[in-house]
């Protein structure tokens, strides 16, 4: 009988830590499908994908991954509570899913699955702890963590408030508060991270982060020179050999990329309807409105508006949703479809069952989406649609190439 472990991923991107995640995941788990829902061309930290959704759903299949979804755009670019609670709900309803498995800094999977416990059920004393911190001006995240801590703390539970320093325990924990609050019978498992931490900006080690292989590759880019021995080190060999491939003719984004066309945005808009946006606050819609005539570039613009309570990741999430046009009023969990981005030839038999057993319709030629999706749900599809098209957009004017439509895009096959 095949298992499935399922892995809720961007591949910002794609590298030799995350193909260690997906041999682990098969190794500690017995599956031998690994389910990948990847974040499409936007990601949950507010910017760009350095590359197209397709040409990483090519690194991952490269790299060990057997199918690629994609994470519809809402959720993508959502908060981490978000982003994990519409993935979670993407996998359970495809019905096939037997393992969610993600990479953690402690690699202590009790712990996320208590802490996500305790944040479902959400007790009384935690609650007016949170509301406390959020009076005294915290961010959420920091609010949060000093709530939580009082509240182990007074119940007399061991916990280090170092837990919840680091941003892969923090998604870790909110998997398992999605699992526990939807009821979902899929097991969680975590892989302790190897190599760089989140935010290193080396290159020094075997396993280098996301974030020091995007600085790399935008380094190299200005200087001409686009990728050095040390950056190919750092990619799996078939996903290194397509990445040195991909870069003779394609480039990459970064927010900044965006940046007239983000102005362009917010020029439209007032304090008033700036908060129709998805994590737009009425303290941040005055602060852009405001500040609007020093914006130079998406990146200026968002440190100069952070503040005690805005972070820099909140700020860029709304400024992206507004880029996007998501608004604040979109549907609370439940998914409405799951778009197929590319699979291995010999999986298909395991993409079958899928499409049998799931609740939701698995789309897999976009254009046929009308066909497949209730009519409420094809506004929601037409947003993923409109983000890629305004990525390849961007993308194809910084190259000068010609434009594919996201609608002509098959899944990728290998």
């Not at 870790?172 to 009821?183: D, F, M, R, W």
């Not at 749900?377 to 983000?387: Q, R, V």
Request: hydrophobic content about 40%; glycine content about 4%.
């Amino acid at each position: 009988m095949q298992k499935a472990v399922g892995i809720i991923a961007e591949y910002n991107p794609f590298h030799k830590g995350h193909e260690y995640q997906i041999q682990q995941a098969k190794e500690q788990t017995g599956a031998n499908i690994a389910i990948i829902l990847m974040s499409g061309d936007f990601v949950q930290r507010g910017t760009p994908a350095i590359f197209a959704k397709h040409q990483r759903t090519a690194m991952a299949l490269l790299g060990g991954a057997d199918i690629v979804f994609e994470l519809p755009s809402f959720y993508a670019c959502g908060s981490a509570e978000y982003f994990s609670s519409g993935a979670v709900s993407v996998f359970n309803a495809l019905n096939s899913i037997d393992f969610l498995c993600f990479g953690s800094e402690s690699g202590e999977i009790d712990t996320c699955r208590f802490l996500g416990k305790l944040l479902a059920d959400e007790p009384k004393l935690y609650k007016e702890k949170l509301r406390s911190f959020l009076k005294q001006g915290l961010s959420f995240p920091a609010a949060r963590k000093s709530a939580l801590a009082e509240y182990l703390k007074e119940k007399d539970i061991p916990f280090s408030e170092d837990f919840l320093d680091t941003p892969n325990n923090i998604l870790g924990i909110e998997y398992c508060k999605s699992l526990a609050a939807q009821n979902s019978s899929i097991v969680p498992v975590t892989i302790k991270r190897i190599g760089s931490s989140y935010h290193e900006t080396s290159l020094s080690s075997e396993y280098p982060s996301a974030s020091a292989i995007r600085r790399e590759l935008i380094a190299a880019w200005n200087t001409q020179k686009f990728l050095s021995d040390t950056l190919k080190n750092a990619q799996p060999p078939a996903v290194k050999d397509y990445l040195c491939a991909l870069l003779e003719n394609e480039t990459f984004l970064i927010e900044d990329d965006f940046s007239l066309l983000l102005k362009y945005e917010l020029m439209k808009n007032t304090p008033e309807s700036l908060c129709a946006f998805s994590d737009m606050s009425p303290d941040l819609a005055r602060r852009i409105y405001h500040h609007l005539n020093t914006f130079e570039t998406f990146t200026q613009f968002a440190e100069q508006l952070k503040t005690k309570e805005l972070t820099y990741t909140r700020i860029c999430r709304a400024l992206l949703h507004v880029l996007l046009n998501i608004p604040s009023d979109l549907p609370a969990i439940s998914p409405a479809y799951v778009r197929l981005l590319g699979f291995k030839k010999e999986s298909s038999s395991f993409l079958r069952i899928l499409q049998k057993n799931s609740d939701i319709p698995i789309i897999t030629k976009a254009a046929d989406y009308k066909k497949l999706l209730p009519k409420e749900a094809h506004s929601l599809f037409e947003k993923d649609l409109f983000a890629s098209n305004l990525y390849e957009t961007v993308k194809c004017n910084k190259k000068s190439t010609a434009f594919t439509n996201d609608l002509q895009k098959p899944p990728i096959i290998l």
